[in-house]
């Protein structure tokens, strides 16, 4: 089974900062997701940039973690249980890739997104976090370019890897 394409919203223009924290966040997951659509589950857990073993199906995996990581645990000390994660591997999301079908991760990353959108809502920007960092407070407004940062990197991961898997490349 494949991951249907999504739709990807534009990107922001002149708006409010949070119409356009938001919709850079809401741009970055659509990339991914796209990077990942159309292949199958032997491209998504391929790992195509020797010697990297980072594949697009361990990064979705690890996007839907940071997910839930940063909006539930961390923004609001929540006990939600981190997806894709043991106790006897720290890159469980990475390495056990055959835990899961590509169809269940799309399923987890897409609730997980959701869930993240629904947690934030209405939360202003310089709402300090419940669960603080070891290094001091941090915002919504932080966690917001973290995330966009987060994905920026990891999309261009997914940049390579896709190109590397079937020539595809400027999605």
């Given at each position: 089974?494949?991951?249907d394409?999504?739709?990807?919203?534009?990107?922001?223009?002149?708006?409010?900062?949070?119409?356009?924290?938001?919709?850079?966040?809401?741009?970055?997951r659509?990339t991914?997701?796209?990077?990942?659509?159309?292949?199958?589950?032997?491209?998504?857990?391929?790992?195509?940039?020797?010697?990297?073993r980072?594949?697009?199906?361990?990064?979705?995996?690890?996007?839907?973690?940071?997910?839930?990581?940063?909006f539930?645990?961390?923004?609001?000390?929540?006990?939600?249980p981190?997806?894709?994660?043991?106790?006897?591997?720290?890159?469980?999301?990475?390495?056990?890739?055959?835990?899961?079908?590509?169809a269940?991760?799309?399923?987890?990353?897409?609730?997980?997104?959701?869930?993240s959108?629904?947690?934030?809502?209405?939360?202003?920007?310089?709402?300090?976090?419940?669960?603080?960092r070891?290094?001091?407070?941090?915002?919504?407004?932080?966690?917001?370019?973290?995330?966009?940062?987060?994905?920026?990197?990891?999309?261009?991961?997914?940049?390579?890897?896709?190109?590397?898997?079937?020539?595809?490349?400027?999605?």
């Open positions: 089974m494949t991951i394409m999504p739709e990807r919203p534009p990107e922001p223009r002149a708006s409010t900062e949070r119409a356009q924290l938001e919709g850079w966040l809401d741009f970055h659509a991914l997701v796209m990077k990942c659509a159309g292949l199958s589950d032997e491209q998504l857990t391929t790992a195509a940039v020797p010697p990297s980072l594949t697009l199906l361990g990064l979705l995996r690890h996007m839907a973690l940071v997910e839930v990581c940063w539930d645990m961390v923004l609001h000390d929540s006990d939600t981190l997806p894709f994660t043991s106790d006897d591997d720290r890159d469980y999301e990475f390495n056990a890739l055959d835990s899961s079908s590509s269940e991760v799309a399923l987890v990353f897409h609730q997980a997104c959701a869930s959108r629904q947690l934030a809502h209405g939360v202003a920007l310089d709402t300090l976090a419940k669960r603080p070891r290094d001091g407070p941090i915002d919504l407004r932080w966690i917001y370019l973290h995330m966009i940062e987060e994905y920026a990197r990891h999309n261009g991961h997914a940049d390579l890897l896709r190109e590397v898997l079937d020539g595809a490349t400027g999605v």
